[in-house]
């Protein structure tokens, strides 16, 4: 869809109805970010199931939603990664037809940078890789890189740039708009989304849920998923399950406003910063999480200091860039920096967590694997190796060379 | 940034330190005997609280010693330091017993 990227059309006042809870749901999700709207619209659209309630505490999409630097790629690793990311990717593709919605999916490609023979060796292995997977990808020697990416200072800097994977197909959206979107949807074909309302407790019955108590009153389910992120422990329990997550702090931030400069996405794991320019003109600029744990919503400003150092070597002509704002979200990382979705010990309770730093480019896949997995309470073939029982198994997705950011 | 009381070096900038995640998690005192499931609860998973935490953290700059810190998760305020083998101040008593707030470990991932 056409459009002048530094003047976004306007939109309507009310996307979507502020229905009061009813008593009764087939399923109730907890959690109204990107991944408990999407997995709302694909219960509606794909499995006809529209009694469905979607439980924010706060306003829809207020969380790591709101907080993200809106990178889309599906260049993982493992087969089991690249699968759903690949699948989440090709939903990018068609989301705008879709949901009869604009989300400024714009398809500017991705460079991650590698500093040293170790990445060199690390990104080429992971190109072939992709290759095999069907994912678009080719590592560029540093001369490539400047070409796709003319602002990028490879040579006078401590870790030189050596070359770089390059996926063409990814990109970034907004943020905001993707939710909206599916938000506008799953209400259109009759899901409830009831912002202000906090589960408080988990009804069950033996060893089956059949029900939250929330502080709008009980709601009593046919089943419940979990969509809720860095908050997911805190949740596991009140239902009286563990789950093998840690909650990071992790910092973003914007420049004020510039012409465009910045072609495309450029990641680097070893010197740690990542960044595009959004549509508007700001420069979006993503740091590491902090090494502790926490639920502050904020991180530390030497995070933030390292990640600028890194940004102004790379690219020099951020130096006279101002900041304009940063934020920080809770994010939910597990040991092998892979998601968790799919069954939990507690019957009919479903949990999709453990998406760490990276839980935006996977809206539409999880969501439509997670729709499935409500629906039918067996995983779809793209969550069905992100279980609950990997870490029993052992069969863990070590996906900590491609998640970028260092868990 | 936290400023971390080292017990042994005195107040210092967190960059001086690494993080150790949860304290207080005792090796199983007869691992072969352990099922699948214990023995993926003392790899994986540990407690992740909104409010206090027992934590170990390692002065890398410093000492290079490890200790213990209570540390609240919502508010980022240090709430005890203590060193290495010695057990938390009574108020914080049960973050010594990983999964024991929650009430949902296996008996055999809880400390003795």
Avoid at chain 1, 264 to 284: D, F, P, R
Avoid at chain 1, 303 to 310: D, K, N, P, Y
Wanted: some cysteine.
């Amino acid at each position: 869809m056409s459009y002048d990227p530094r003047n976004l059309p306007q939109h309507p006042d009310f996307l979507w109805a502020n229905p009061e809870p009813k008593s009764s749901y087939d399923v109730v999700i907890v959690g109204g970010g990107g991944h408990g709207l999407a997995t709302a619209y694909y219960l509606a659209a794909h499995h006809g199931i529209t009694n469905v309630a979607v439980l924010e505490r706060g306003w829809l999409a207020g969380g790591n939603m709101a907080r993200n630097t809106t990178i889309i790629r599906s260049n993982y690793l493992w087969d089991e990664s690249s699968a759903i990311y690949e699948a989440s990717l090709k939903l990018w593709e068609t989301i705008e037809e879709d949901l009869g919605y604009d989300v400024f999916f714009s398809q500017r490609g991705v460079l991650n940078l590698a500093h040293t023979l170790q990445d060199v060796r690390e990104s080429v292995r992971r190109v072939e890789a992709n290759k095999l997977n069907g994912v678009d990808a080719e590592f560029v020697d540093a001369d490539g890189v400047r070409e796709l990416c003319p602002i990028i200072n490879t040579d006078n800097l401590r870790y030189p740039v050596l070359g770089a994977t390059y996926q063409p197909r990814a990109g970034i959206a907004k943020h905001d708009w993707v939710a909206w979107g599916y938000a506008r949807r799953a209400a259109e074909l009759g899901v409830d989304l009831i912002q202000n309302c906090e589960v408080t407790g988990f009804v069950k019955d033996g060893n089956r849920v059949v029900g939250v108590e929330t502080t709008r009153g009980r709601i009593n389910a046919g089943r419940v998923g979990l969509c809720v992120a860095g908050s997911t422990s805190t949740l596991a329990d009140l239902a009286g399950i563990r789950v093998p997550i840690q909650s990071h702090p992790l910092q973003a931030l914007v420049s004020e406003l510039f012409e465009p400069v910045h072609p495309t996405v450029v990641m680097s794991n070893h010197i740690h910063v990542y960044v595009s320019q959004a549509h508007k003109g700001e420069l979006v600029m993503g740091a590491g999480v902090d090494q502790y744990t926490g639920y502050g919503q904020r991180g530390s400003f030497h995070v933030i200091e390292e990640q600028m150092a890194a940004a102004v070597e790379l690219f020099p002509i951020f130096a006279r860039a101002h900041v304009l704002r940063t934020w920080g979200g809770i994010v939910d990382v597990t040991m092998d920096a892979s998601p968790i979705m799919g069954r939990t010990p507690v019957d009919d309770l479903f949990v999709n967590t453990g998406w760490g730093t990276g839980g935006f480019k996977a809206v539409p896949g999880a969501g439509l694997a997670y729709a499935h997995t409500l629906a039918t309470g067996e995983p779809h073939a793209l969550n069905a190796p992100f279980s609950l029982e990997r870490f029993e198994t052992g069969a863990l997705i070590d996906e900590h060379g491609a998640a970028a950011v260092a868990h | 940034m936290l400023i971390i009381d080292c017990p042994h070096c005195g107040p210092r900038h967190e960059q001086e330190f690494h993080y150790g995640r949860q304290a207080h998690v005792a090796y199983p005192a007869d691992p072969s005997a352990l099922t699948d499931e214990e023995w993926a609860h003392y790899l994986f998973y540990r407690d992740n609280p909104r409010g206090p935490h027992a934590e170990r953290w390692v002065h890398s700059a410093g000492c290079r010693k490890w200790f213990n810190v209570v540390r609240d998760t919502l508010t980022y305020e240090i709430k005890a330091v203590y060193r290495a083998g010695e057990q938390p101040p009574p108020e914080y008593a049960a973050l010594a017993r990983p999964g024991a707030v929650a009430g949902t470990a296996p008996e055999t991932t809880k400390e003795a």
